[in-house]
């Protein structure tokens, strides 16, 4: 690859035409009540009025350039985990980010690294990210422009990972979290965050979301179901009647983080916990949005449901109200039980005596389940 499409080019792309949000998306014409952007105006000024108030606090917490985290972390863990749950400043989020992912202890071990894996070496999946570049938020300015800077760092960190562990190397999906990690750090830092989440820097690792059979996903599927049955029991055995099951509604929440088709500010916000906490989040988060919706969805038929999953009202998107729910969900424990439970069949069934005829069923289903998974990534929402 030529050293100079290689390398992040910093080239402005046209100005935007239409307004954005304070995140960069561009905002829609038309389709919003008035009654809907005043909730909206109202929810992105609390934000920026609670931002304004923490970010002295922030600033003292971690130091010059993080200096003083560690050192934090250990002596108030518990008013370090508050405060996340709270919200990282949005000016302090990349930095944040980066420290309690352990992604900066990793880019410091390996100096130079990045830039060879993006200059000198060659990736068998090159085409594919190319193809799927303009799909990851196709409404942020940053990825807007065809070719431009934020399309071609997006591109380098994607074929930067998929040449580092050539095991995973590239899946749809993968994209909104490297875009997402690009709106807030450089190339570098974007990619050892990823490898961090990926490889287990500081929580289990996750790179069995994106391995061949999405093997992590097939499991945080089971535990999610089972858990939906546990603390929703009307619900989950609706959702049964109904032939409902996670991988028609969730599948997304797990391989991107939430980060595919919801609001950014909550999107953010679950992210902000979801690297300090590890993978309980995004279970916490799933069941919040079940119960805040739970009345409804009990109601509705198969293809409502459906559509109900892709369409959250308002006010269920809204960190301030669904966080809140989702921490009331006590899920640790029982997560556990159910990955021993989850990993105890798989074992039953490949020591079963009819492997020959239940092990080609198995892939199947994994590669029809991975396959519902996938497929819609094709445009974003936001």
């Known amino acids: 690859m030529d050293k100079k499409k290689a390398v992040d080019d910093t080239e402005p792309g046209p100005a935007p035409s239409r307004p954005v949000d304070r995140f960069g998306f561009i905002k829609p014409e038309q389709g919003t009540s008035p009654d ?17 108030r923490r970010i002295k606090k922030w600033r003292k917490m971690i130091g010059v350039g993080g200096s003083d985290w560690k050192h934090y972390v250990r002596r108030n863990p518990h008013v370090v985990k508050r405060r996340i749950r709270k919200g990282i400043p949005d000016c302090l989020r990349g930095l944040v980010w980066q420290l309690i992912s352990g992604s900066r202890d990793l880019l410091l071990m390996n100096p130079g690294v990045y830039e060879t894996l993006v200059i000198y070496e060659t990736s068998a999946s090159e085409l594919e990210i190319i193809r799927d570049i303009s799909r990851t938020f196709p409404s942020h300015i940053f990825f807007q422009q065809r070719h431009g800077p934020g399309q071609r760092s997006l591109y380098n960190v994607l074929k930067a990972y998929s040449v580092y562990d050539r095991d995973v190397g ?33 929580h289990a690792p996750m790179e069995g979301l994106y391995q061949a059979g999405l093997p992590l996903v097939q ?20 959702f049964i009647e109904e032939m409902i099951n996670p991988s028609m509604y969730a599948s997304q929440w797990f391989i991107t983080v939430f980060s595919y088709s919801f609001p950014f500010h909550l999107t953010v916000r679950v992210w902000d916990v979801f690297l300090y906490e590890g993978i309980k989040v995004v279970f916490q988060v799933g ?9 409804e969805l009990v109601k509705l038929p198969f293809e409502k449901l459906l559509h109900a999953f892709r369409n959250f009202p308002e006010e269920a998107t809204d960190p301030d109200v669904l966080l809140p729910i989702a921490f009331t969900f006590k899920v640790s424990s029982r997560l556990e039980e159910l990955e021993k439970e989850y990993q105890k069949k798989l074992e039953g069934s490949n020591a079963s005596t009819s492997t020959k005829r239940s092990h080609p069923l198995k892939l199947k289903t994994m590669s029809r389940i991975g396959s519902r998974a996938l497929s819609n990534f094709t445009n974003s929402e936001k």
């Open 287 to 295: 069941l919040a949005l079940l119960r805040f919706c739970h009345d």
């Open 36 to 52: 809907g952007i005043s909730k909206s105006k109202s929810i992105h000024e609390r934000e920026r009025e609670r931002d304004g």
């Open 219 to 238: 499991q945080y599927l089971y535990q999610f179901e089972k858990l939906v049955l546990e603390q929703m029991p009307q619900l989950g055995q609706h």
């Open 170 to 202: 590239y899946v749809q999906g993968m994209g909104f979290l490297a875009g997402l990690l690009l709106l807030y750090m450089s190339e570098e830092d974007a990619f050892w965050l990823l490898v961090a989440l990926l490889k287990g820097a500081v």
